[in-house]
C-alpha cells in the first residue's frame, strides 16, 4: 500500500511529505513525490497546447500525471484492446497516473445524476457510469492512483436533501469500489483515495468525511469546492474542520483549486495536492503569469517600458493588451523556460491578434514552468519556515490582481 510520510510540520501552518511506494508495475520506474505537489494537468492525455518533449523539458515535476475519464471513456472498447494501459497508450514513461472522474478546469453540466450513475461528459456526449463500469474502465486504464466514484453535483443553493443522496450515493460507490479492488488480482489493483462530498454544509460534510476515513483508503478527495460549487468564504470555513477529521497518515487532495493564494490557504489548512489546471485556465485568456514569490524574485518584473503601472500587475498580464506591441523584452527577463529564453512580449502580442496557434503554445511553455517554479518554491519556503513571509508577498499581489 502507498506509503505517505510527513517529514515537517510547520508551525505557521502547511505540512511537507513524501509519497512512496505507490502501486505500479514493475515496468515503472519507483517514483516518490514531494508535497505538496501539483499533479500535471492534461486533456486526452496530453498537456494542452504542448509536445511531449516540451513537457519533458518543464523543471520540478510532480511525477503524476492527472489523466481524466471524461477525455477517455468513449474508446473504452480501444483501451481493452490495448491492454497496456493509458500511460502507455499517451506515451507517458516516467511518471505515474492519477484518474480523476471528472475534468478539473471544466464544470460538468448539472442535474444529470441519478439514483445509481454518475454522467461524465465526453466530447461524443454523455455516459452514465456505476461502480461496475467505472472499474472495468479503470482496469483497462491501469492507471495507479484512482479518485473513486462520486457524485460531487451539489452546486450552491441545492437542497439538503439532493447533498445527503450525494454523500450516501459516493459511499456506497467507495465501498463497491474497495470491494472490487480488492477481489482483483494483485497486478490489477490501484491506490484508491475516497471521495470526501457534502455541498455547502458541514454536517454532511462532516459526516462524509468521518464516513471515508473509516475505510481503507490510499488518501482523500475534497470535491466540489470549486467557484462553482460554493462562495470563497463557505469553502475556507468548511476546510479546516474537515481536516481536522483526516489522519495525518493519508494525503489530501483539493484538485478545483488554483490560483496562487489559494493554494497558500489550502496549504496552510493542511492539503498537499493539487491540478495543474490554472496555468491552462490563463494561458486561454492570452495572459502570462508574472508573479513573485520572494523579494529576490521580484527583480524579474523588469519591463522594458519601465512604466510603475507595469510594475504593479498582479498574478499577470494580458498580452493582448497593445501596450505590449512594441515590447521586445521577453515576459520575465530571468525565465528559464523555452518562451522567455527565445521570444518576446511584442511576438507573443501579435501571435494572439492574428491568432496564430504558436501563441497557446509560447504561453503554455511559460506558464506551466512559473506554475511548477511556484509549488517548489512553496516546498523550501516551508522547509526554511518563510512560509508567512511569502503569504503575505503572494497576498500583496493578489490585492492588485484584476479578477
Ligand atoms: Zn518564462
Same mark, same amino acid.
Given at each position: 500500500m502507498m506509503k505517505f510520510s510527513v517529514s515537517k510540520l510547520s508551525p505557521e501552518g502547511g505540512r511537507l511529505g513524501v509519497l512512496s511506494?505507490?502501486?505500479? !508495475?514493475?515496468?515503472q520506474r519507483d517514483v516518490e513525490v514531494l508535497t505538496p505537489a501539483c499533479l500535471m494537468y492534461t486533456r486526452g492525455g496530453s498537456v494542452p497546447h504542448l509536445t511531449l518533449d516540451m513537457v519533458r523539458c518543464l523543471p520540478h515535476q510532480s511525477g503524476i500525471v492527472e489523466l481524466t475519464v471524461s477525455s477517455f471513456i468513449e474508446y473504452r472498447e480501444t483501451m481493452d484492446g490495448f491492454k497496456d494501459g493509458l500511460a502507455k497508450f499517451v506515451g507517458i514513461s516516467n511518471a505515474l497516473t492519477y484518474l480523476a #472522474?471528472?475534468? !478539473?478546469c471544466k464544470s460538468a453540466p448539472a442535474g444529470y445524476n441519478d439514483k445509481s450513475t454518475v454522467s461524465v461528459w465526453a466530447p461524443s456526449g454523455r455516459f452514465r457510469l456505476n461502480s461496475a463500469s467505472f472499474m472495468s474502465f479503470q482496469r483497462a486504464a491501469k492507471s495507479n492512483i484512482t479518485e473513486a466514484l462520486c457524485? &460531487?453535483?451539489?452546486?450552491? &443553493?441545492? !437542497?439538503k436533501k439532493r447533498i445527503q443522496k450525494a454523500v450516501n450515493k459516493t459511499l456506497q460507490f467507495l465501498d463497491e469500489i474497495l470491494e472490487e479492488n480488492l477481489n482483483a488480482e494483485t497486478c490489477q489493483q490501484t491506490e484508491i483515495f475516497g471521495v470526501i462530498e457534502g455541498g455547502d454544509l458541514l454536517s454532511e460534510r462532516l459526516r462524509s468525511t468521518k464516513e471515508t476515513a +473509516?475505510?481503507? #483508503?490510499?488518501g482523500f478527495v475534497l470535491d466540489s469546492f470549486g467557484e462553482s460549487f460554493m462562495k470563497e468564504e463557505t469553502r475556507w470555513k468548511l476546510l479546516e474542520p474537515i481536516i481536522k477529521e483526516l489522519p495525518e497518515d493519508k494525503p489530501r487532495m483539493l484538485p478545483q483549486i488554483g490560483e496562487p493564494l489559494d493554494v497558500l490557504l489550502a496549504i496552510e489548512n493542511g492539503i498537499d495536492l493539487f491540478s495543474a489546471f490554472y496555468p491552462y485556465q490563463i494561458t486561454g485568456t492570452g495572459c502570462a503569469l508574472v508573479f513573485s514569490w520572494s523579494d529576490e524574485n521580484? +527583480?524579474?518584473? @523588469?519591463?522594458?517600458? @519601465?512604466?510603475p503601472d507595469d510594475i504593479n500587475e498582479g498574478f499577470y498580464i494580458d498580452l493582448n493588451n497593445k501596450k505590449f506591441a512594441e515590447d521586445f523584452s521577453p515576459v520575465l527577463s530571468d525565465c528559464e523556460c523555452y518562451c522567455c529564453q527565445h521570444h518576446t512580449k511584442a511576438y507573443i502580442n501579435h501571435l494572439l491578434v492574428t491568432k496564430e496557434l504558436m501563441a497557446g503554445v509560447l504561453l503554455m511553455s511559460h506558464n506551466v514552468h512559473h506554475y511548477l517554479s511556484y509549488f517548489e518554491a512553496i516546498r523550501q519556503a516551508i522547509k526554511s519556515d518563510t512560509f508567512a513571509l511569502m503569504k503575505k508577498h503572494i497576498q500583496e499581489q493578489h490585492m492588485r490582481t484584476d479578477r
Open positions: 511506494d505507490i502501486h505500479q !508495475s514493475t515496468k #472522474v471528472q475534468d !478539473s457524485d &460531487g453535483d451539489t452546486r450552491e &443553493g441545492c !437542497s +473509516k475505510r481503507p #483508503v490510499a521580484k +527583480k524579474t518584473l @523588469n519591463y522594458q517600458t @519601465n512604466r
